[in-house]
């Protein structure tokens, strides 16, 4: 669901942006001498591909919102799946109910977002650090935020507070950052990124699974 709502979304919005960007370029080429025509042969790819690369990262965003009920539920499968064992998490009436308390739980993520993105976009205008370590840390950022919002659908299904949910990602810190590096270079595909969110969801439960699920049971992974 949360897909089919993406596409929708993003397909009425490419629509409406292509149509603006068809009467930029009829205005482009009143503008232009005749013999500088052939830019707009170029321009149009470039424009294409930055209008569908930017849409891709503000779309990632507010689909987070969007499908954060949908997406604790496929977390949920899935850990059924790879273990067997019924999380029993309540019936439908019970997620409607709960609802204020996972997109919460998604405004939590955008606090602890929005001020560390802020600071590391100024980076990128001191010079000498704009140019060289900005990118790098940037991405590093977003690797690392990638693998706290997918791994927080299965942390939050077990109700594990979300500074013990960091605390836990930090304990692994090489698992963390190479799971949110792959979904970081994925999520920057055009048209690829539609499938981001529910594979790595899957990946991150999968995470869960295997390193974070036994040591929650025994109460390792809450900080001192």
Sequence with gaps: MPL??????????????????????AWLSGQLPDYLSWLNFLLWPIAVLTLLVVLSFIFSSVM???AAPFNGLLAEKVEQYLTGKDLNTGTTVDLVKDLPRILGREWIKLKYYLPRAILFLILFWIPFIG??????????????????????YPFDNHKVPFPDMKFALK??????????????????????????????????????????????????????
Aim: charged share 10%; aromatic share 16%.
């Design 171 to 224: 304990q692994t810190k090489g698992t963390s950052f190479s799971f949110g590096a792959a979904v970081t270079l994925f999520s920057m595909i055009p048209i690829v990124n539609f499938i981001v969110m529910p594979v790595a969801i899957c990946g991150a439960t999968s995470m869960w699974v295997d390193k974070y699920r036994v040591a929650y049971k025994n109460d390792q992974i809450a900080p001192d």
């Design 64 to 66: 987070n919102w969007i």
């Design 4 to 25: 089919s709502i993406n596409l929708l979304l993003f397909s009425a919005v490419i629509y409406f942006a292509i149509g603006q960007l068809e009467e930029v370029f």
């Design 131 to 152: 140019q060289t370590a900005a990118p790098v840390l940037w991405f590093l950022f977003s690797a690392w935020m990638m693998a706290i919002q997918y791994c927080d």
